[in-house]
Structure formats: C-alpha cells, structure tokens
C-alpha cells in the first residue's frame, strides 16, 4: 500500500502561482499512476490532472488547462502541480491520489476518482479575489 501526503497548499491572491507536492514515505510513486482531484465545499470531487507511469500522457481537467502543469521528478518519488494564474474559483481541497497501471503502462491515466486506490488527505488552496 502507498499513502500519499500532499503539500504545499495555502492563501494566495488572484493571478498568483501555488505548488503542490504529493510524495509518499514507504514506496516511490514511479510504478504509479498519479492524479490530482480538488473538491470545493458543495461540490463533487473534480478531475484536475494525471500522469501515467511512463509519463507520456498528462491529461487535465478543462478548467485548468493552460494554467497548471503536472509532473514528477527525476527520481519519481515526488509528483508535483503547479498551478499558475489562479483563480476564486480554483479554491478548493487538492488530493492527490495513486493506482497501480494496467499491463500497459503507457496507456492514458484515469480521470474519474474511482478508479484510483490510494488517497492523501488532502491540502487547502485558497484562492482570494
């Protein structure tokens, strides 16, 4: 099992930029396929981005695309978001979330909540105007 922990969140202003980090201590998340989700109070959880184990397909979800970017680093043990231009409406709690791949692990990560197995708890963005 892998429990990821997200970092990086807090109160920045309209046009600004945030960087979240999802790593986990037991495991390396390179044989994962990661993703980041946001809820918003009231709000079902919304796909944000994901990256598959061979880091050849990154989707996003459309309310975020242009303004943040997924990705790992070298050593993939970390997965991080950065988000630039926020927004309002941006302000949410960020999870960052794991699943083991298919046999084909080329293949375009999950984009629904669901299909992922392994949760973090969740870090705060807000976003004022």
């Known amino acids: 099992q892998v429990h990821p922990v997200e970092s990086g969140g807090g109160l920045v202003q309209a046009g600004g930029s945030l960087r979240l980090s999802c790593a986990a201590s037991e495991v390396s998340l390179s044989t994962y396929n990661m993703g980041w989700f946001r809820q918003a109070p009231g709000k079902e959880r919304e796909f944000v981005a994901a990256i598959n184990q061979c880091d050849g397909i990154r989707p996003y979800g459309d309310s975020v695309k242009g303004r943040f970017t997924i990705s790992r680093d070298n050593a993939k043990t970390t997965v991080f978001l950065q988000m630039n231009r926020l927004k309002p409406e941006d302000t949410a709690v960020y999870y960052c979330?794991?699943?083991?791949?298919?046999?084909?692990?080329?293949?375009?990560?999950?984009?629904?909540?669901?299909?992922?197995?392994?949760w973090g708890q969740g870090t705060q963005v807000t976003v004022s105007s």
């Open positions: 979330a794991a699943v083991i791949p298919g046999d084909n692990y080329c293949y375009p990560p999950p984009s629904t909540p669901n299909d992922y197995d392994y």
